[in-house]
């Protein structure tokens, strides 16, 4: 119908205030975060050009490497239970019948509230004196004395703040997983029950197969929540003790909020920024072709 | 096969039981007397119902209402810019012949691609610059930033899906491109917009990374930030537990409500757009 060229300016219309937004709000930022990568910026003394030392800088920078092996060692440390503890989830509560889709639309609460008020919700519950874990654990008589959970030690905050995370993400990969569970012809199934497969069977060689692409797309996406974490530390640790549990996205924003050091903060920004961007392009693929 | 469906009886309502309880525990600590509420060890359920957290929270520092304004006139900013931007772009990329389309479109998508917590600087000081720092309406710009690609997804697929037919009628007509906007994508569009509008609102209303850099002023905080630093309040007697819990009870309602009422759009918007 629309053809001529007084039609393309009227779409060009319609999409220009979007695309405006985006050059102004997105595009700009990012060029301007290249820039700032590539200077020395305190916001009070003019951007000083340093070339690559902002990079080079890193490098020998103790407390960024603390910070990147701390955020993998919570990503590894988060991404099984999430997406082993989703799956089972998924196969417990994809069958309509009432209770199991009850269960269903109970685990995904937690996932609509915000993470900043559920790690609030978590630094309550795991506070060492005020904390119903501690005094659940003290009455059942597993420990006599209360468990310092967060900001004390690395290891046992990185556990207790990932456990809170499952508890409110884990209903997110669980929807993917029953949406692609759901979406396995009848007629497989079928098949699989008239040849005599036993549910474990069934599960391991006919569904988890076919939904292996779901499996891997909700892994990227967990791992790219997972290095970009900063709510929940922020709020349950706040780094402590001694940055040990300062996140690399912590990290960009302690340079360059409080330290005012806009230049390193930047070129810290751009690792990150490059790293997500390797796996957001994988996951885009795949589901570029699950489409097709 | 009855022992089967037993067991899954059981694991269900243990399952539900471990995602319930942090929140009903939340909720029973917020009614619980003030000096209930700060002692150790903590107790599981009330002795008595006092609603003195709810009070020392609506008191505390500019009071709840302005926090809850703020939050709320942010979420329905960013849910009115977020429409304004991409119900015309998604017509546009489903409707007309646009020159380097795939490319625009790419563009248009880019924010999915850069994390918005990697460009927060560069923002905070382009906003300061123009007088958007500490205002609703950056806060919702930002918002927006984050919300647009997945928005501009949904709605292009909700738009490509009306049948060209019904479009060619009301141009013959003599409908106006604008009218057949309104007339017939729209309408045959609620849920697609259903769905941008919850997923804004459940966004805007718990971010805090974007929130946390943009306001500075108490005036400004939304609700997580006004939580966030209630936490660490150490005037005597250091966190005032109860008055947390009330909080974070009055930030998490809204969004089950709202989710419990649209589940079907959440779930399919999710579906739709896994991408994000």
């Known amino acids: 119908m629309y053809r001529n060229r007084r039609s393309r300016l009227v779409g060009l219309a319609y999409l220009a205030p979007a695309l405006i937004f985006v050059l102004v709000f997105t595009v700009y930022p990012l060029g301007q975060m290249v820039w700032m990568s590539f200077h020395n910026w305190s916001l009070i003394t003019p951007p000083v050009w340093v070339g690559l030392s902002n990079y080079r800088r890193m490098l020998g920078d103790d407390q960024f490497w603390t910070s990147f092996v701390f955020t993998l060692k919570y990503t590894a440390l988060i991404t099984p239970p999430l997406i082993v503890g989703g799956y089972l989830l998924a196969l417990l509560t994809a069958t309509n019948t009432p209770l199991r889709r009850v269960t269903r639309t109970v685990v995904f609460i937690p996932v609509v509230i915000g993470l900043g008020v559920s790690s609030l919700l978590w630094y309550w519950l795991f506070s060492a004196d005020f904390g119903l874990v501690n005094r659940a654990l003290l009455d059942i008589g597993l420990i006599d004395e209360p468990i310092l959970w967060l900001g004390v030690d690395a290891d046992t905050s990185n556990f207790a703040i990932s456990a809170s995370v499952v508890w409110k993400v884990i209903g ?5 997983f029953i949406g692609a569970i759901q979406a396995i012809p009848s007629e497989i199934t079928e098949a699989s029950l008239v040849d005599g497969a036993s549910y474990r069977q069934r599960v391991t060689r006919v569904v988890l197969p076919l939904t292996m692409r779901t499996v891997l797309l909700v892994t990227l996406v967990s791992v790219i929540g997972s290095l970009l974490a900063f709510d929940q530390f922020y709020i349950m640790t706040a780094g402590q003790p001694q940055n040990e549990t300062a996140t690399s996205t912590f990290y960009v924003y302690l340079n360059s909020f409080p330290y005012l050091k806009l230049g390193y903060g930047a070129a810290l920004s751009m690792v990150l920024a490059v790293t997500i961007l390797a796996f957001t392009v994988v996951q885009l693929l795949l589901t570029r072709r699950s489409h097709a | ?29 917020s009614v619980k007397p003030t000096q209930e509420a700060a002692a150790t060890p903590p107790t599981y359920v009330p002795h008595a119902v006092s609603l003195d957290s709810y009070s020392r929270l609506w008191d505390y520092q500019q009071g709840l209402p ?3 304004a703020n939050s709320f006139g942010t979420a329905m900013l960013t849910i009115a810019i977020t429409l304004l931007l991409t119900v015309p772009a998604a017509y546009a990329l489903a409707q007309f012949p646009i020159p380097l389309k795939e490319v625009l479109f790419v563009i248009l998508l880019l924010a999915l691609i850069v994390p918005y917590q990697a460009l927060l600087t560069p923002m905070f000081l382009m906003f300061a610059r123009i007088g958007l720092t500490n205002t609703l309406l950056g806060l919702a710009i930002l918002h927006t930033t984050i919300q647009l690609p997945f928005s501009l997804y949904i709605l292009r697929n909700s738009f490509s899906a009306v049948p060209r037919e019904l479009a060619e009628a009301a141009i013959v007509d003599g409908a106006s491109s604008w009218q057949v906007l309104r007339r017939v994508f729209l309408p ?3 849920p697609a917009v259903v769905t941008v509008a919850l997923f804004a609102f459940i966004m805007s209303w718990n971010e805090f990374l974007g929130a946390l850099v943009m306001m500075s002023k108490g005036s400004t905080f939304t609700l997580p930030l006004i939580l966030a630093a209630a936490r660490t309040e150490t005037s005597l007697g250091g966190t005032d537990w109860g008055m947390l819990q009330a909080g974070i009870t009055i930030s998490i309602l809204p969004c089950v409500l709202v989710y419990l009422l649209l589940q079907r759009y959440y779930v399919s918007g999710l579906m739709s757009g896994a991408v994000k």
Do not use: D, H, K, W
Not at chain 1, 172 to 176: E, K, N, Q, R, S
Not at chain 2, 1 to 16: E, H, K, N, Q
């Open chain 2, 66 to 68: 302005t926090y809850l």
């Open chain 1, 172 to 176: 997110f990969g669980m929807i993917l």
């Open chain 2, 188 to 190: 045959s569009s609620v």
């Open chain 2, 1 to 29: 096969m009855r022992r089967t469906r037993y067991l899954v009886g059981a694991v269900c309502v243990v399952v539900c039981t471990v995602m319930l309880l942090p929140l009903v525990m939340s909720l029973l600590a």
